[in-house]
């Protein structure tokens, strides 16, 4: 198809007439800032602002660059989520048509999943208003520190659900910290992220107080896809228990050790955690008894070490979970899954892969 | 010279003492028969944050009577923490008395603090801090010097709104970018090498200037376009120093910008009305922060 240059040209400055009089506006406001006009505003035009405004030229046409939008009425429970998973500075980011996940991964031995699904969000689509189809994904690597002190610029509610989970396996004010936070006003965050790659873009609001963060993002480095490894292989033990009774567990457990065991069988003694450290050995059995393991499924015995450092890092979700679905598979991989309550009866997932120590016999 | 008084707020005191002891430890005490002045001693203030707080001796002393030679008027140098401590002990004390005096030969401030038992006993507690009195010739470089003329001056949004974001910004990086206009907008701003964060607030007030204080039409502030920015760029922790003072529940906080020389924080306490009127007869703190070059 042949296109008159002079014809496009022209199509593309009409375009772009409506973000030029906003730059100019901008630049009005304050030497270069971006000054959201009339906060609160509507978010969308603020988001617009704040990423690049280039038009990318596909085939014969002009067209604006498209933007992955999402908006949440509170940033509690992506704090929360993204606290359950910060053992590492950075994480693998996947934006798709389920929801965004957040992937970190320690070693090629230990990677955690934590799930933000899309009925959480109160927008989830692309900027020219259509939904994202089953195939589109964007992924891309995030600092989740920089991104967790982004998310809690306004401080205060999000605190209380990680000042008693992290280092404090007990966790006992775990459970009721979203809840609370859920009735003060939240902050509500509206998400941007270019199609084509870019900025990650967040816009915070606390009342009429608007912070808007710009951060840098990395490519995707290729991961084994531990889950996947996991799921390979048949499934020979699956169990399903209240997380109090492993936090009790790893409070019990002395921290000197540098790995642990597991032990699993269809009798007795059913699930054994035992580890043993400077301070001595300990070892717990847990009782075949549903008050104590809400279910349990056991085909062949199974025993099998995991590095104590490895498991570390689960122990901030588990601090912040309600219930745990733990998974051995035939060649020992552990898979730990965390049931988290945000706010609003709201329930996630985050889950965990851990390779076994290979026995050298 | 002499100085004799009844203590009726200790926690006042201590609550200043708490917000100034971020900033240095020997503190410059300047007591004046309406007044009671404190600053930090640091010699240079174009490297540090420098304080100046005054408050009014009625709201913190009953009896209060000063004698001296240079009328009436009494300068001080005493330690923070040893000053701290001795209010500590009176915070829940019946009757809290400071007074100026000697003991074997060294000047003190002596206070005597009666403290009620459990059992209804009275206990009497006698704590000296020691001092030194500064003579007043020697004065000159603890006043407060005059403020430059700011290029845009504004109430600044609630304190402990801008303490949180604050200390999440000081993990981002060291320096602080502090904008407003005349417009009501505010901004903070920091940025690394991977994230840039950027706070707005709107709809702040912008003072009227006091006619009998300042020439109004030749004020920068007066002539300057409302949406033009005036930008200051400070060490992070100079902020948070300031931020400190909301331990004092600060009714009102103006700011000024100057964008060559300094950003000053001018604090009220204890002015309670809504108006845009600053009212610093219970008392105020100036804080004046330098600026750091790019």
């Not at chain 1, 593309?12 to 006009?37: E, F, K, T, V």
């Not at chain 1, 889950?227 to 020979?236: L, M, N, Q, S, T």
């Not at chain 1, 033990?237 to 032990?263: G, N, Q, R």
């Not at chain 2, 604090?267 to 600053?278: A, I, M, P, T, Y």
Request: hydrophobic share 40%; charged share 20%; with cysteine.
């Amino acid at each position: 198809m042949a296109v008159d240059p002079q014809a496009a040209h022209s199509a593309h400055d009409n375009g772009l007439l409506a973000y030029a009089a906003q730059g100019s506006q901008q630049a009005a406001a304050g030497q270069g800032m971006h000054w959201p006009r009339g906060v609160p505003a509507d978010f969308a035009s603020q988001a617009m602002m704040a990423a690049p405004m280039q038009a990318h030229r596909t085939g014969d046409e002009y067209m604006l660059p498209l933007d992955f939008v999402a908006s949440l009425r509170s940033v509690a429970p992506f704090v929360t989520l993204l606290r359950a998973i910060s053992f590492k500075q950075r994480a693998y980011c996947t934006i798709a048509y389920e929801g965004i996940r957040f992937t970190a991964e320690d070693s090629r031995t230990v990677q955690a999943k934590a799930y933000l699904p899309k009925s959480l969000f109160r927008e989830f689509r692309w900027s020219d208003n259509t939904p994202l189809a089953e195939d589109e994904e964007l992924s891309f690597m995030v600092d989740i520190r920089m991104l967790g002190e982004c998310l809690t610029i306004f401080g205060g509610q999000q605190q209380s659900s990680g000042s008693a989970a992290p280092d404090d396996p007990h966790g006992a004010a775990a459970a009721p910290a979203p809840a609370a936070a859920a009735s003060a006003s939240p902050v509500s965050l509206q998400l941007s992220y270019p199609k084509a790659g870019g900025e990650l873009t967040l816009l915070l609001q606390d009342g009429s107080v608007v912070t808007a963060c710009n951060l840098s993002t990395y490519d995707n480095e290729p991961i084994t896809d531990l889950h996947a490894v996991f799921g390979d292989r048949p499934i020979i033990s699956k169990i399903i228990m209240k997380s109090d009774w492993l936090k009790t567990a790893f409070a019990e457990i002395d921290d000197t050790s540098s790995d642990l065991t597991l032990t699993i069988a269809p009798q007795h003694p059913f699930l054994r955690i035992s580890a043993s450290g400077l301070a001595g050995e300990s070892e717990l059995d847990y009782p075949r008894d549903t008050e104590v393991l809400e279910s349990f499924s056991c085909t062949v015995p199974s025993r099998n070490k995991y590095k104590f450092s490895m498991l570390n890092p689960c122990l901030k979700a588990l601090g912040m979970s309600t219930k745990t679905s733990i998974r051995v598979n035939e060649i020992g991989i552990l898979s730990m899954q965390f049931m988290i309550h945000l706010a609003a009866s709201q329930i996630s997932f985050v889950d965990y892969v851990v390779l076994p120590i290979e026995e050298a016999n | 010279m002499r100085m004799r008084t009844k203590i009726t707020h200790p926690s006042v005191l201590m609550k200043l003492g708490h917000t100034l002891e971020r900033l240095h430890k020997q503190w410059i005490f300047h007591l004046t028969p309406d007044r009671l002045h404190f600053t930090v001693s640091k010699a240079d203030f174009q490297t540090g944050v420098q304080v100046w707080a005054q408050l009014s001796t009625d709201t913190l002393f009953e009896d209060y009577r000063i004698e001296s030679a240079s009328d009436n008027h009494i300068w001080l140098e005493v330690n923070g923490d040893h000053l701290l401590r001795a209010l500590k002990s009176g915070s829940k004390s019946v009757q809290m008395i400071m007074r100026l005096s000697k003991k074997e030969g060294l000047p003190v401030l002596s206070f005597t603090i009666t403290n009620q038992s459990r059992t209804g006993k009275l206990v009497i507690l006698v704590q000296d801090v020691p001092v030194r009195v500064i003579s007043p010739e020697k004065t000159e470089e603890f006043r407060e010097p005059v403020a430059p003329e700011p290029d845009v001056h504004i109430l600044m949004p609630p304190i402990l709104t801008l303490r949180t974001i604050a200390e999440r910004m000081k993990s981002i990086s060291q320096r602080l970018i502090l904008s407003a206009n005349m417009g009501g907008q505010l901004t903070m701003s920091v940025s690394n090498d991977i994230v840039k964060v950027q706070t707005f607030f709107n709809d702040l007030i912008n003072p009227q200037l006091d006619p009998t204080q300042v020439d109004v039409a030749t004020h920068p502030s007066t002539g300057r376009s409302r949406t033009e920015f005036a930008e200051a760029e400070v060490d992070i922790r100079d902020f948070i120093k300031f931020v400190q003072c909301y331990q004092l529940h600060p009714s009102k906080i103006l700011c000024c910008i100057n964008e060559r020389h300094c950003l000053i924080f001018y604090v009220v306490v204890g002015d309670d009305d809504d108006g845009d009127k600053l009212d610093d007869r219970f008392g105020s703190l100036t804080y004046r922060i330098p600026l750091r070059a790019r």
